[in-house]
């Protein structure tokens, strides 16, 4: 209750003012943008560690703006949902995500699983289930070529209806990831009431390893317990040779990061699946 004192005080800056000027402005382009489809996705290769082949995708939103250029996914997905555009933008993404990933299978580069994020609030769409496979059959996409990343938050406020949902969709095949994780309040439970398919460790617990003693005992405690329990394990923010080797060392089933590949265009992506190959 006392922090929310000082954000009503904030609220009332001249700052604050140009800010919500700003958002207020982004909230319309936002709604252009989505209804001209101006919202695109780039890849970023997720590579498996033993074969150092291309195994994935992650698919992220990027807006160009025409006067503030290009606006982080992290500032208008929050937009998006405080505006109640969400839907309709997650939907958009997910059909550009799957129909891409068909247009490479059917290019002939060897089949990956391109994984797409979804916000919380997508969740608590009643037919959420069926849009899923209505896009799939509309793309074409065999739904085990799809992967659907959800963060600990998303699932904190309704956990067993959307455990329902993710059993439903696990069902048809498509695979879950938990992103970011070990970042939420209850990681270890989720692991048991989810069961997801994928853990993807938060980028914060990848730094400095094996250098931070803390970071790699963490990691290696997630890939050991996820070993256990037959859940594939990815590493985000991998930057470093170092990271690398030693993650590999201690299994880590697959890695992504900025030593592989920035999120890149469609185009350049497919000349890293080529060498691939
Ligand atoms: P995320 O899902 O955790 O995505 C990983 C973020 O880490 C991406 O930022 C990626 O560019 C960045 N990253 C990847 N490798 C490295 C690395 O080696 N070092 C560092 N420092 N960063 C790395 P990005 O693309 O800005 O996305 C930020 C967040 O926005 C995502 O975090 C995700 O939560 C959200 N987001 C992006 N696209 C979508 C989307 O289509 N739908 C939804 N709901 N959320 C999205
Ligand atoms: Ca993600
Ligand atoms: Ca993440
Ligand atoms: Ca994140």
Request: one cysteine or more.
């Amino acid at each position: 209750a006392k922090d929310e004192g000082k954000n009503k005080y904030q609220i009332f800056s001249p700052t604050m003012n140009i800010s919500m000027y700003k958002k207020f402005t982004l909230q319309n382009d936002l709604r252009k943008a989505v209804q001209e489809k101006n919202i695109f996705l780039l890849y970023q290769p997720r590579i498996d560690s033993k074969s150092n082949k291309i195994v994935g995708a992650e698919a992220l939103a990027r807006w160009k703006h025409p006067e503030w250029g290009i606006v982080s996914p992290e500032e208008f997905i929050t937009l998006a949902e405080e505006s109640g555009l969400i839907n309709t933008l997650g939907e958009q993404l997910l059909y550009m995500a799957c129909a891409q990933n068909k247009k490479w299978q059917d290019q002939g580069y060897d089949s990956i699983k391109i994984s797409v994020n979804f916000s919380a609030l997508q969740f608590l769409q009643v037919n959420i289930v069926d849009t899923v496979e209505n896009i799939l059959a509309a793309t074409g996409l065999e739904p085990k070529w799809l992967e659907i990343e959800i963060t600990e938050t998303v699932v904190m406020e309704n956990e067993a209806n959307i455990a329902l949902k993710l059993e439903q969709l696990r069902e048809m095949g498509i695979s879950i990831a938990i992103d970011d994780f070990g970042t939420g309040y209850s990681s270890l439970s989720y692991l048991k009431t989810l069961k997801p398919s994928t853990v993807k460790i938060d980028r914060s617990f990848i730094q400095q390893i094996p250098i931070d003693i803390e970071n790699t005992e963490i990691a290696t405690a997630i890939i050991k317990l996820s070993e256990k329990l037959k859940i594939d394990v990815v590493a985000e923010g991998v930057e470093t040779s170092e990271q690398y080797a030693y993650l590999r060392k201690i299994h880590c089933n697959e890695m992504q990061g900025y030593l592989f590949s920035k999120p890149i265009a469609s185009e350049e992506f497919e000349r890293i699946l080529k060498i691939g190959k």
